[in-house]
């Protein structure tokens, strides 16, 4: 006769783990690094796996000196090593990843209690650590390998930054007057914007990918619909009713602020962080419009051309609040309330 | 076992056929589409022809030809078919859940490459009869239009359509739940829910009936409320069905004898919710010679008055068999003309259990006349029986019954969630009504009893019989025949395990479902009225996962069914903050398990709920005693 283990209900769980749940984000970004590297050769690949490699490695000397269990096995470090990565231009020495991982785990995650205790997103606060201490070269956009004019034979692909070609993005044609506004469509279509074929960060080039893994994501139950798309409606119809400088519609001005930027990676990746989004579903709607709101202002009013991830890590430090004020209606507490007052 | 043997030949054939049809697919799609661009090309040779245009697109130097896109699709898409096949080809050579798999990734592989090689025949066709339009010297006649299209198609058109019918009915797919599912989906919901796996292997097989013990044991509390008194004393000899408990208070359910034979003991013993319960232990003779009680029989209910009716349920001992057990008289008689819906319960949501299921297949006749009987009591005008859409023939059974009786009740066809069966959550998916949080279900005018509860009502009022028996789903992995049985109530867990081959591989015996059943610390303990299933989990089946750090997904809020916050009020909880997770509606906490058992983290969710709702209630009596 065995012993039976007893244990309170329910007594079935589901598969969901942390490291599923984060093996789901990698899946959804693997087409982002492949295309990366389409885009920017290989050393995008080498960027991203020094990124990923030493946010790992942070965490589990953290866990080690500070003598806690290590959390690496839930794979939330790889998750932020592949963000920060993707929001490098790929012309950022290779020691620049090194840094942001070391302020992105150690300083934002593991110093205010590790995964879910965060106040801010780590990758992003990792970017905009990067963007302000190192800006000439957080700025140098690079071009695809397609665009850049040179021949694409294989040897490029496995070239150095001296192959690479820098220029402008959509975004800095966009923040400059009136002569230069109408040079966009010269040099980047709108379809060139969705597929990716434009200068910026390794991961937000291509919006069609990107929302091809929101659309795993979704269907995976790994995020919902409420963040990602009230944050892209609000940039859609702001952008449509701004008065922006002669030489564009108004419809293509909102398309290119639309698929150009990080607003895509931001919005499906970025906004939408466990530990630093709210968890009522109201609330996940407020952040969504906020995000959106100051995204546009920053990009409009700003000094900067791109305004998503400061917004985004504006918006996180309200998070709780939102969670507090947005506390939903139990089912059937509506009526008891009228009654009770 | 002689299933077992089809199976297995199902088995070999299906391989068989998958390997021929992986065979001729390579056929069809190395053979060469000859003339349609003057140069021989094969499918595999636009493949990789296309593959480097891919890379070129980004440059936009090519232009596409429609249909060498459409071929090339296609081709990429039976590509990953073939893949599919062949791992679920490897697959089917395992044991267990493998085959299973095998079985849905052949199903979803044959399906696609069907349709992908009718498209990829039509396309052909029309190459072929464009090309004889145009004088093709190849293409001279009708005849030649179907010969030039490679063989391999038509051949894997009927393979792909014989494996696919194949596999349809190993996996017995339900064309009408399928039909059921398509009609709820404007109906009245409620928020939330989960989906687990619901491991209904039992709902195939008939209701055995189990031969009561030697020794049967009636624990003295085996409901909500006060416990009974014994009305016998040690060496009386009882009858079957002669009441041997009882009592006065307000709410309580007296207790009967399922067997006859004599009293041996009065004595603590082991109870399924975990403490040791004065017990009657009745040895049995076998002789099952009933009481003058049962003799009595009832031909037309509806000469009783409601009260009658009422007693009768009293007396007979009948309580509520969904696992709540709350005395059924007491229900009717506070729901008497108050109510005006009378709802049944059929959804059994809970995953392993089909007990329900099953009595609704076996026992129509009784259940419709057991409604009945109770709509004519408490005076409502209208009945409801919700079944899960995952039940297609239980709800073609009782719809049958329903018209062989000409009544007015009416099936609703429910989502197969989890927690369907929960009462405010029924009543929401029915009728469309919210139950006001502190509120009774009678407060909107419904009333909601279980399938059981309703045939043990029609057997109390129509044979005179009490309360005796419940079916019990014996199921999981710790046991070689799962089964429903019909059990005497009294008799020991254990006698009911032996019967279906228990083995002591099991780690955790649950009386119930698996997520809201008592996990039991021992089998001497009895069957008890308002046990519904009885559980054996072996390792592969209980969750040992340690619990980590919350990553606020927000999955617990998105399915909880009463619109609470479980993770804050976990927080809250852990700080010992009772009265913010009273205001957080913890008290409103329906203990379904939905947050336990989706949270990531594996956090006990569930429990910090239960806590904060035992501590909000010792606060409350704190302040009412201050007060006085």
């Known amino acids: ?341 | 076992m002689k299933r077992r043997i089809v199976v297995k030949k199902n088995l070999l054939i299906l391989q068989i056929s998958v390997a021929i049809s992986l065979l001729f697919s390579f056929i069809s799609f190395l053979s060469p589409v000859k003339e349609y661009t003057g140069q021989v090309k094969s499918p595999a040779f636009l493949l990789i022809f296309n593959l480097g245009k891919i890379f070129s697109y980004f440059e936009q130097q090519i232009v596409f030809s429609v249909i060498d896109d459409l071929i090339f699709a296609l081709v990429l898409i039976l590509l990953i078919c073939y893949i599919v096949y062949f791992m679920s080809l490897f697959l089917s050579f395992g044991k267990g859940d493998n085959v299973d798999y095998a079985y849905k990734g052949i199903f979803a592989a044959s399906l696609s490459s069907l349709i992908c090689y009718i498209i990829l025949f039509f396309v052909y066709l029309n190459i072929n009869i464009s090309m004889l339009r145009l004088g093709s010297r190849v293409m001279s006649s009708y005849y030649n239009v179907f010969l030039k299209i490679p063989i391999g198609i038509y051949v894997n058109i009927l393979l792909t359509a014989y494996i696919l019918v194949k596999t349809l009915v190993y996996l017995r797919v339900d064309f009408t739940e399928i039909s059921y599912n398509l009609q709820i989906f404007m109906q009245n919901h409620f928020k939330g829910g989960i989906h687990p796996d619901y491991h209904k292997n039992t709902k195939f097989r008939r209701i055995k009936n189990l031969n009561p013990s030697d020794v049967m044991i009636y624990p003295l509390s085996q409901h909500i409320g006060a416990m009974c008194e014994p009305l016998v004393k040690v060496g009386d000899t009882v009858k079957m069905g002669q009441k041997i408990a009882d009592s006065e208070a307000a709410i309580s359910s007296p207790i009967h004898a399922t067997v006859s034979g004599k009293v041996i003991k009065i004595d603590d013993w082991d109870h399924p919710i975990g403490n040791r319960v004065k017990s009657i232990f009745i040895e049995n003779d076998h002789k099952d010679t009933p009481d003058k009680s049962l003799s009595n029989k009832i031909d037309d209910y509806k000469e009783l008055e409601p009260e009658e009716i009422i007693s009768i349920v009293h007396e007979a001992g009948i309580v509520g068999l969904g696992g709540a057990t709350f005395p059924s008289h007491i229900k009717m008689q506070s729901a008497m003309n108050k109510t005006d819906i009378l709802i049944i319960n059929g959804a059994e949501c809970e995953p392993y259990l089909s007990r329900d299921h099953r009595m609704m297949l076996e026992n129509p006749d009784e259940l419709i006349e057991g409604i009945k009987i109770i709509a004519h009591t408490i005076k409502a005008k209208k009945a409801y029986i919700g079944i899960e859409t995952n039940k297609p023939n239980a709800i073609k059974a009782v719809n049958k019954a329903i018209s062989k009786y000409k009544s007015k009740m009416k099936v609703k066809v429910l989502h197969t969630k989890y927690p369907q069966g929960g009462e405010k959550q029924l009543i929401k998916a029915i009728t469309g009504r919210v139950v006001p949080s502190g509120k009774l279900p009678i407060d909107v005018g419904c009333c909601v009893f279980n399938i059981d509860t309703c045939i043990a009502v029609y057997n109390a009022v129509k044979n005179s019989t009490p309360l005796m028996s419940c079916v019990v789903t014996v199921a999981g992995s710790g046991v070689k025949n799962e089964q429903n049985y019909n059990v005497r109530i009294g008799t020991p867990i254990k006698d009911v395990l032996n019967a279906c081959g228990y083995s002591d591989k099991t780690k955790k015996l649950i009386m119930g479902g698996p997520m809201m059943g008592t996990a039991q610390y021992s089998i001497e303990s009895p069957v008890i009225k308002g046990t519904s299933g009885l559980l054996c989990f072996t390792e592969q089946e209980i969750a040992f996962d340690e619990d980590v750090a919350c990553i606020r997904c927000g999955k617990c809020v998105n399915v909880c069914p009463m619109n609470l916050v479980p993770s804050y009020i976990r927080l809250y909880a852990g700080e010992k903050n009772f009265e913010e997770c009273k205001k957080l509606g913890a008290m409103d906490c329906i203990e379904c398990g939905c947050c336990s058992y989706i949270c990531p983290a594996k956090l006990p969710l569930i429990q910090y709920l239960r806590l904060s709702k035992v501590k909000i209630k010792n606060l409350e009596v704190r302040a009412k005693g201050g007060n006085n």
């Open chain 1, 1 to 341: 006769m065995s012993k039976l283990f007893v244990s309170s209900s329910p007594h079935i769980k589901s598969d969901h783990s942390t490291s599923s749940v984060m093996f789901d984000v990698i899946i959804a970004l693997s087409p982002l690094i492949i295309t990366s590297v389409f885009f920017f050769s290989f050393r995008a690949l080498i960027i991203i796996a020094i990124s990923v490699v030493s946010c790992v490695l942070f965490e589990y000397l953290y866990c080690l000196l500070m003598k806690i269990p290590s959390s690496v096995g839930d794979l939330s470090a790889v998750v932020t090593g592949i963000l920060l990565a993707l929001n490098l231009p790929v012309t950022v020495p290779v020691w620049l990843p090194i840094i942001g991982a070391a302020f992105a785990i150690i300083v934002v995650k593991m110093l205010f209690g590790g995964i879910g205790k965060n106040v801010v997103n780590p990758a992003l606060a990792g970017r905009i650590f990067l963007f302000v201490s190192f800006s000439k070269m957080m700025t140098n956009w690079a071009l695809p390998i397609g665009k850049s004019g040179s021949n694409t034979s294989l040897m490029s692909l496995f070239g150095s930054t001296s192959d690479i070609v820098t220029g402008a993005t959509p975004l800095s044609f966009l923040k400059n007057a009136d002569g230069q506004i109408s040079m966009i469509s010269n040099n980047f279509s709108i379809s060139d914007c969705f597929v990716g074929t434009i200068g910026g960060c390794l991961g937000e080039t291509s919006a069609l990918l990107i929302i091809l893994g929101g659309i795993y994501l979704l269907i995976r139950g790994v995020i919902t619909w409420r963040i990602p798309v009230c944050y892209i409606t609000t940039v859609a119809l702001i952008t449509l009713i701004l008065p922006h400088a002669t030489g564009i519609s108004a419809f293509s001005y909102m398309a290119y602020n639309l698929f150009s930027g990080g607003l895509m990676l931001g919005a499906i990746f970025m906004a939408t962080d466990y530990s630093t989004s709210p968890i009522t579903p109201k609330g996940q709607i407020i952040y969504g419009i906020g995000c959106g709101l100051l995204t546009v202002f920053i990009r409009y009013f700003g000094g900067y051309p791109e305004g998503v991830s400061f917004a985004i890590f504006l918006m996180n430090f309200f998070v709780w609040f939102i969670d507090k004020k947005t506390m939903p209606k139990k089912f059937g507490g509506v009526k008891h309330e009228e009654e009770a007052i």
